[in-house]
């Protein structure tokens, strides 16, 4: 009897441990951190780090971007919030230097976006800007808005694929441009990231009046690796 109520009470204990543990593992799963090193002309000159949180009913991207060396903003915060259809809900930016902030936010209502920035006690507002069904925040040279993009192209299918976006312009005062982002599967390589090499697939980006980059996804798990525009040199 003694052996019985000691099996029933491991019993337990596993059972708790394993229920502790399945919630320790899916709030990993909800959760994915991304690092990079950023390079410009061959030198790096700062670094960012990514978040995803993986919501009941919200995907959620948060950047943070360090440039200490930076002649203009030394800190970037960015955050964009899609519904579970990769629908635009806000994107907001923030960036900062020696006591200077410039506020970036946009906000999803239907078939617009209104659009507010503000830099230290200035600031400019337009509501009601109309926008297509489908549609994407998109920086070139902002890591976290690549990671929706990437997470709609369809792999299996490959080829050229558009995406309808909304570009921010570096004076935060004109509003968001509308813009066709490409892009193009064209060939899998394996880089070399520190020690450890990485299968990869690499695409073209293509912009209309911006130069064309290229983004490496990982084969594995689809993440972002690298990313590069040659003629801007950034890396």
């Avoid at 050229?160 to 509003?175: C, D, E, R």
């Avoid at 073209?204 to 040659?230: H, M």
């Amino acid at each position: 009897m003694k052996k019985f109520y000691i099996l029933v009470s491991l019993f337990f204990v596993v059972t708790i441990l394993l229920f502790l543990a399945s919630f320790i593992y899916l709030d990993k799963a909800k959760h994915k951190t991304y690092y990079y090193v950023l390079n410009l002309g061959g030198h790096d000159i700062g670094t960012i780090r990514i978040d995803k949180f993986d919501t009941e009913d919200k995907l959620i991207y948060k950047s943070i971007s360090t440039l200490p060396f930076s002649q203009l903003f030394t800190e970037s915060k960015s955050r964009i919030v899609l519904d579970r259809r990769y629908r635009l809900e806000t994107y907001s930016e923030d960036r900062s230097a020696n006591g200077v902030t410039e506020l970036l936010y946009i906000e999803r209502n239907e078939s617009s976006v209104s659009f507010l920035a503000r830099f230290e006690s200035e600031f400019a507002y337009l509501d009601n800007i109309p926008i297509k069904k489908d549609i994407f925040i998109f920086e070139a040279d902002c890591p976290v808005t690549y990671l929706p993009l990437i997470e709609n192209y369809d792999f299996r299918k490959g080829g050229v694929q558009g995406f309808n976006a909304l570009s921010i312009f570096s004076q935060f005062s004109l509003p968001p441009m509308k813009r066709l982002v490409t892009l193009t599967s064209v060939k899998d390589e394996t880089l070399k990231i520190d020690s450890k090499k990485i299968k990869t697939e690499n695409l073209l980006l293509k912009i209309k009046n911006y130069p064309q980059g290229s983004i490496w996804v990982a084969k594995s798990d689809r993440s972002l690796v690298k990313l590069e525009i040659p003629k801007e040199k950034i890396k």
